[in-house]
């Protein structure tokens, strides 16, 4: 693509280091894979909705690839809700709640911490996805896209990107002003809460302040981080585990 050609310039495939064959080789065997996962999984939950769904996603991310990236914040809003989606795809796998950890992803967590990580997922990865479009906008210019950045201008997608990072410290005010945190936690999730509440507010500055595509590459970065760190607090905080 002419985009990654401009964005990318060492991409194995813009180079011609790997052909487009092998390339579509690999996704298809990846596909059949996955599919043979989940068909294993309905077949022992007896949850058989569970292979049918999965080849639906990967004709959605196709469609994802192929138009909806290049709209303004369609493909951006589709990829976030597909990740805010995993803990509840997990958590139902399971039907019933003893012994969850045996076959699911998530432990025995409430559908209150459920939803705290799925907003928490929601919300970085959707600044994720358009502190990328940022980073990306020559490229994406060059090759007739109308990502948000281009269509609404570089501030305008700024801005969105901080409030969005900034709504998660709010996020995490609101579960303890209204005691949607397990009561007496531990010094090592107070510690890990007010990690993520400092790492964000600190991200929603940089975001202020960045103006070049090397701002925004570390910015990128640095999100990615925040949301390895901020799931696995919620998880800990929500899970079985007393630390």
Known sequence: RLADRINIHNRPLVHHRISRGKVIFTLIGIGLVGWLQALWIGWVLNKMEFAILFPIIPVLLYLYNRYLKHLPLVGNV??????AA???LAWLAVPNPVGRWELAILPDISVTGLSLLSGFVFLSILSLEIT???????????????????????????????LLLSMIPVLQAAGFRF???PPNPSIAILILHGIIVAMFIWLSVESWMAKRKKDYQKLDNWI????LIGSVDLILTFGPWNF
Do not use: E
């Open 179 to 181: 005691s949607y945190y």
């Open 132 to 162: 990328k479009d940022l980073k990306d906008r020559a490229g994406d210019l060059a090759a007739g896209s109308r990502t948000f950045p281009i269509v609404s201008g570089s501030g305008a997608a700024k801005n969105l990107i901080i």
């Open 224 to 227: 990615k981080w925040g949301l």
């Open 78 to 83: 589709l990829i976030a809700i597909f990740c």
């Open 86 to 88: 995993v803990p509840w």
